[in-house]
């Protein structure tokens, strides 16, 4: 669908433009491997991103203008078709309730997605599911649809972001869907994650999968995370937070370097929100990907979540398994292969590894950010690894 082309080629450059807001680029931060942090047992894919699972595209529109924009939208495309004439089979798993997944009734009911996936901030999801409706009625061959189950996700940015302003709009939707593509993922303070914050850092967009021996398979799982949320940040079973003096429920003269102007601060009680998306092409029904959502909101724990009471911890599963998609319209049944639950554990564990360390890349690439007269600052590169040695880990 190029119908909205015209209308955000000058948006996609100014976006692009504006992102020397941060006070670092990405090419001087690090990923977790870079650390010599390797969660898990088993290796990541080529790109060690969601878009290792063949066919998933990701695309970012990142926002920032002024003293207090610092928003964007992020959208997870699951395969390069007609989404809503081949609508994929995927789970939704709620961890903590406190925030918006839209969509997600449908999704938990019929186990489809028709749509792409799309994450923003709280007070923009209208707009991005009014957007993504937009986006699906215009795709040629959906000319007679009456209904459409946009699925969109969200997590608060208010600290860093005029968020009242809403100043997210139909076009940086399009633009995230049309601009999304198969390569290497962007992460950090860019496109849903420009303002966010997360463990009293700055937070944003992290992404890593892992890719099952043959023995179980050879299947690929990628996980994406939009970090917004507290605790006490582990890494690789170290508590960096503890040691770096930065953690929900810290006495006061520890909780050094967090601008705030609020009462509670963000890093005080662990609020804030993660939303995580995971992809596989492994042959997974819907109850069974539901299964695999609960496991990414598991491996939250591992990282130091604090699952706090204003924390909105969602999941999205979804396989691109083409035997496990709902033609629209179809009505005979057809045979399919089905991967069966004994066969699921190696999926779960690599749901965990993926999640951890898309969670650490998150805050690894994230640059600093400054918004509404707040600082969120990018965590130190060089303290992480000296805490990491110190515990014998890292390099």
Not at 30 to 38: I, M
Not at 56 to 76: E, K, N, P, Q, S
Not at 266 to 281: P, R, Y
Request: with cysteine; aromatic share 6%.
């Amino acid at each position: 669908m190029r119908k909205h082309l015209e209308l955000f080629l000058p948006l996609a450059m100014i976006v692009t433009g504006l992102w020397a807001v941060s006070a670092q680029s990405t090419d001087e931060r690090a990923r977790a491997r870079d650390l010599g942090v390797e969660p898990g047992v088993f290796p990541p894919g080529a790109l060690n991103a969601i878009t290792d699972v063949a066919g998933v595209r990701v695309g970012h529109t990142t926002i920032i203008a002024g003293d207090d924009l610092r928003t964007g939208v992020t959208a997870i495309v699951p395969h390069s078709g007609n989404l809503f004439q081949e609508k994929v089979a995927g789970g939704v798993f709620v961890g903590n309730a406190f925030g918006k997944l839209a969509g997600s009734t449908q999704v938990d009911e019929l186990g489809t997605i028709e749509t792409p996936i799309i994450l923003t901030n709280t007070l923009s999801v209208g707009t991005a599911v009014a957007a993504t409706v937009a986006y699906t009625l215009q795709r040629e061959g959906n000319e007679n649809v009456g209904s459409v189950n946009a699925l969109v996700g969200e997590t608060n940015d208010g600290g860093l972001n005029d968020i009242r302003g809403q100043h997210v709009t139909n076009r940086h939707v399009w633009a995230a869907i049309d601009n999304a593509n198969s390569g290497p993922v962007a992460e950090g303070s860019v496109g849903a994650g420009t303002g966010t914050r997360a463990f009293g850092w700055k937070g944003g967009i992290g992404t890593s999968s892992r890719h099952l021996p043959d023995r179980f398979g050879g299947y690929t799982v990628g996980v994406l995370v939009q970090s917004n949320y507290g605790g006490v940040l582990m890494m690789d079973g170290v508590p960096i937070g503890k040691e770096l003096g930065r953690y929900s429920y810290a006495p006061p003269q520890q909780a050094d370097g967090v601008s705030s102007t609020s009462p509670i601060d963000f890093v005080d009680e662990g609020n804030g929100s993660c939303m995580i998306v995971v992809a596989t092409d492994a042959p997974v029904d819907a109850r069974d990907l539901k299964r695999i959502a609960a496991r990414a909101v598991f491996g939250l724990a591992r990282t130091g979540s604090s699952y706090s009471n204003g924390s909105g911890d969602f999941a999205i599963a979804f396989t691109t398994s083409s035997e496990m998609r709902s033609l629209f319209g179809d009505r005979t049944p057809r045979p399919r292969s089905v991967l069966q639950p004994d066969a699921l554990s190696p999926l779960f564990q690599a749901t965990l590894e993926a999640t951890e360390e898309a969670v650490y890349n998150s805050i690894l690439q994230a640059t600093t950010v400054t918004g509404k007269g707040r600082t969120a600052e990018a965590i130190s590169i060089e303290r992480v690894t000296e805490v990491l040695r110190k515990y014998g880990r890292g390099r």
